[in-house]
């Protein structure tokens, strides 16, 4: 079957996902949350991939993960463009909060061919600690979807500022280089974190004296892009409508080095002076 037909069929995907799932995993799943694109009203088939958090109760043995995986590699052929991208963490790690976030299993694209080549040393090595869940559990607190198992206020506590700030800010150290390999991906990005840092300024609002810090911005990528179509200098304005044309259209983008580089050193600039406040590391 041709996948772009494939992919306009991923809520019947999601169904096997979660019933293949309950029965590896039995009364150790605590719940499958949706997140990501597919419930931030963003879903595009060839640029998105369908976001999955699997939360369990108790420590899964290899052998359980061998068995998982095996699936997860035949429904990401069916899963959109980007295929599917997933994370197994512990229930006692989501509340409360924990970062960063211990996780049990990770799967995406990217790892394919490690898992397929060697399957046995993938999941012997692939576990550790995500700051990337951070952003993730924030994006299922606000728009999540249970797809199987407790509701999310059940399970998922509240990410501080500090955790999701860090998590959302480390992902766009590479920022620089980043942009010419992968330009839609690193412009909206780029977008949705200053519009978070920037909060309520961002909406035009002037700070009160009674405003500890402005209201936090969540943003899907095409939601930043919007943002910094409105807020952001108007010379960057052809840059961020490129590439949300790309984002809707799934098509690729390709970006001058000056002007990539120019773009992606403002905002990293701008991102900055938002976290004197709260001071993070970040790549020179």
Not at 200 to 228: T, V
Request: proline share 6%.
């Amino acid at each position: 079957m041709d996948r772009t037909k494939r992919n306009t069929d991923y809520h019947n995907l999601l169904q096997r996902i979660v019933q293949k799932s309950a029965e590896i995993f039995g009364d150790n799943l605590t719940g499958i949350y949706l997140h990501g694109s597919a419930v931030m009203g963003c879903f595009q088939a060839q640029k998105s991939d369908l976001d999955l958090i699997f939360v369990v109760e108790r420590e899964i043995s290899d052998a359980e993960k061998l068995d998982f995986l095996a699936y997860v590699a035949e429904w990401n052929g069916e899963a959109p463009e980007k295929g599917i991208e997933l994370s197994i963490v512990r229930e006692s790690f989501c509340r409360p909060f924990v970062y960063p976030t211990p996780f049990e299993l990770h799967f995406s694209q990217a790892h394919l061919k490690w898992y397929q080549e060697n399957p046995q040393d993938y999941v012997e090595k692939m576990k550790g600690v995500d700051r990337d869940l951070a952003a993730h559990f924030t994006i299922i607190e606000r728009f999540g979807t249970s797809l199987y198992g407790k509701p999310v206020p059940r399970v998922f506590g509240p990410v501080p500022r500090e955790d999701y700030t860090d998590s959302i800010v480390s992902d766009m150290e590479e920022a620089k280089e980043d942009i010419l390999e992968n330009p839609v991906y690193v412009i909206l990005n780029l977008c949705r974190v200053l519009a978070y840092l920037k909060g309520g300024e961002c909406a035009g609002e002037e700070p009160s004296a009674s405003m500890a810090s402005p209201e936090p911005l969540i943003l899907s990528k095409k939601g930043g892009g919007e943002w910094g179509l409105k807020f952001l200098p108007q010379g960057f304005r052809g840059l961020i409508e490129t590439a949300l044309v790309c984002y809707r259209d799934g098509t690729d983008m390709t970006v001058q080095a000056e002007e990539g580089e120019c773009f992606a050193e403002y905002m990293l600039t701008e991102i900055r002076k938002n976290l004197e406040a709260e001071p993070l590391e970040m790549g020179p």
